[in-house]
């Protein structure tokens, strides 16, 4: 493990779930950090407790990654101590409804596609110039499995992040011959504000998603992340992609059902020679969402 001491660190997204706990972890390798996100006062928060906890020096940048002028602007006006970013971490992204294509809202269409892939790319071009003439610096995109495997109504979301895949390989290639590292995460579930983003506030569609099912945690990308910056300089781990256990592909996911009956009630025996009965039971049952569950219907054989 290299020691990032002291390095400056840019994190879009910085405000919530996996970009919050990037900060931490980042703070706690001693490294100073550009905080943005459009809700300054969520940053505010944050790096009051990085303060505290690690006396750590933050730079708050209230930043709509969408706006690309504005993007300029306040990343060319950063004080000349705070210029020479070591590690941009692009994590501002969004997913916006779960429609299908053919009545997909357009709105939610341009969120995703001007945040995830725009907002990215601006905030890269105008970072990565200053790494390459110092000869110095590491991109970290967070990608998805999404970006891997397409699934049912998530088409515009995954289409963002499969051109996440596709720019992160591309500028690695592009930067070939300088010791500029480009690498990409790409976990699966994690339980953040993302799903809430995505049903545009309704809290209670969002806890279904991670009901039944133990997703991975932002640290846990946190994690990651600082692994992959925290490689030597001639080691590039240019691909994370990770999943909860419990979770094997974007649509197999694995959901601990917890069957709830009622009963015990008692059928009159059909034949005369199996008594049959339906079992109350409580239990945690294994499932997927693809299977869902099955009431065990258990035969008791009792002599007549
Ligand atoms: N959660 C998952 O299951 C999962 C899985 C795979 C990949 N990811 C990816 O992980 C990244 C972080 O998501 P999360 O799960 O941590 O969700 P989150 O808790 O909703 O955080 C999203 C962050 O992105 C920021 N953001 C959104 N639009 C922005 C904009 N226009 N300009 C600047 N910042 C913007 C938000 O800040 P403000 O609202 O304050 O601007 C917030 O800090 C996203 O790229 C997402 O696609 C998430």
């Known amino acids: 493990m ?12 910085a405000s919530s779930g996996i970009g919050s706990a990037c900060a931490q972890s980042f703070a706690q390798a001693g490294t100073q950090l550009i905080l943005a996100a459009r809700r300054l006062d969520r940053l505010e928060e944050l790096a009051a407790e990085l303060k505290q906890q690690f006396n750590t020096q933050s730079y708050l940048l209230a930043l709509d990654v969408c706006d690309r002028s504005h993007v300029k602007t306040s990343l060319d006006a950063l004080p000349a101590a705070w210029k020479q970013i070591d590690i941009l971490i692009n994590n501002a992204g969004l997913s916006r409804g779960l ?26 071009r105008e970072i990565v110039p200053g790494m390459v003439s110092r000869g110095n610096g590491q991109v970290i995109n967070m990608g998805s499995i999404a970006g891997h495997q397409t699934y049912p109504g998530g088409n515009v979301y995954c289409a963002t992040k499969a051109a996440v895949r596709a720019l992160s390989e591309g500028l690695k290639m592009d930067l070939l011959g300088t010791p500029v590292r480009v690498c990409s995460v790409d976990p ?64 197999l996911v694995h959901v601990e059902v917890r069957v709830g009956v009622i009963f015990p ?21 294994r499932a997927s969402h693809t299977l869902m569950t099955q009431l065990s219907i258990l035969q008791d054989a009792e002599p007549n």
């Open 2 to 13: 290299v020691s990032i001491q002291d390095q400056i660190v840019l994190i879009t997204g």
């Open 99 to 124: 429609d299908k294509l053919q009545e997909g809202n357009i709105q939610d269409w341009e969120e995703m596609i001007d945040t995830n892939i725009k907002g990215l790319l601006y905030v890269t």
């Open 188 to 251: 699966g579930m994690v339980e953040t504000a993302f799903s809430q983003v995505r049903f545009h506030g309704d809290a209670a569609r969002a806890a279904q998603v991670y009901q039944g099912v133990t997703p991975l945690s932002p640290e846990d990308i946190a994690d990651i992340v600082l692994f992959c910056a925290t490689r030597p300089p001639h080691v590039n781990i240019s691909d994370v992609v990770v999943f909860p256990t419990d979770q094997a592909s974007a649509t």
């Open 265 to 285: 009630f008692h059928q009159e025996p059909q034949s005369s020679s199996v008594n049959q009965k339906i079992l109350g039971f409580e239990s945690l049952g």
